[in-house]
């Protein structure tokens, strides 16, 4: 099956400053989502972006479906956005129901 | 709208004992989702319903673990006999896409965390 390889698994920040997360898939894919895990565990949908580049407020995602791999933008980070970041791929192969998820990448912003 | 809804939200139960859990999506998302996710691990898909049709269960343990989805609306997943190593947390998620490429957003519940003593 297709392979999600996310980067870095653990990232510190400050308060306010910027950071950039990276998702590499090893196949071609028909779908590419960004999710947000809280503290407390619930999974929020960030993006839904198999290509191209999207903005929501201080976050923007960038997808290069031919290079295979997407990046996450956080700006001006608060603590609120601490958490793990998933990046989530279905492959286009035949037979490729499943959204596969990456190990995440844990985020913590202090103040 | 209402988001996807799950219970119960904790379960703790012995092995061997069995253990059901319930979804309900947001209205009008032919497909629902479970997945498992294991502590410190990203979701992995166990079943995935297209309306009342299965999509793919090829992760499931179907030595123990099943799942329905009647009417096409609510889901539950059953665990029998659970295992220490069935201790995590069960998402349910659902979405608007009826064709095999998802072509929209993924929505999870807040899971159901469950504890095998």
């Known amino acids: 099956g297709i392979q999600v390889e996310q980067s870095p698994p653990d990232l510190i920040l400050q308060e306010g400053a910027n950071s950039t997360l990276r998702c590499n898939f090893s196949?071609?894919?028909?779908?590419l989502q960004w999710f947000h895990q809280n503290p407390w565990g619930q999974l929020i949908n960030l993006f839904y972006?198999?290509?191209g580049t999207k903005q929501n407020g201080r976050l923007s995602a960038t997808t290069v479906a031919t290079e295979r791999y997407s990046l996450l933008y956080i700006s001006s980070s608060q603590t609120t956005d601490s958490g793990v970041y998933f990046c989530?791929?279905?492959?286009?192969?035949?037979?490729?129901?499943?959204?596969?998820f990456g190990k995440g990448t844990k985020l913590s912003v202090i103040p | 709208e209402a988001g996807v809804a799950q219970s119960p939200r904790y379960k703790i139960i012995e092995k061997r004992q069995s253990v059901a859990f319930w979804c309900n999506p947001i209205?009008?998302?032919?497909?629902l989702y479970w997945y498992q996710q294991i502590l410190g691990q990203g979701p992995k898909l166990l079943i995935q319903?297209?309306?009342?049709?299965?999509?793919?269960d090829s992760q499931l343990p179907k030595d123990r673990f099943s799942a329905e989805r009647l009417k096409g609306v609510d889901s539950t997943l059953k665990i029998q006999p659970a295992k220490l190593e069935d201790s995590a947390v069960y998402l349910c998620?659902?979405?608007?896409?009826?064709?095999?490429?998802?072509?929209?957003?993924?929505?999870f519940g807040n899971g159901t965390r469950l504890t095998v003593t």
């Open positions: 998620a659902s979405s608007y896409s009826i064709n095999r490429v998802l072509n929209s957003p993924l929505h």
């Open positions: 196949d071609s894919v028909n779908n």
């Open positions: 972006i198999p290509s």
């Open positions: 989530a791929v279905q492959g286009s192969g035949a037979g490729s129901y499943q959204l596969t």
């Open positions: 209205s009008g998302h032919a497909t």
């Open positions: 319903f297209q309306n009342n049709g299965v999509v793919d």
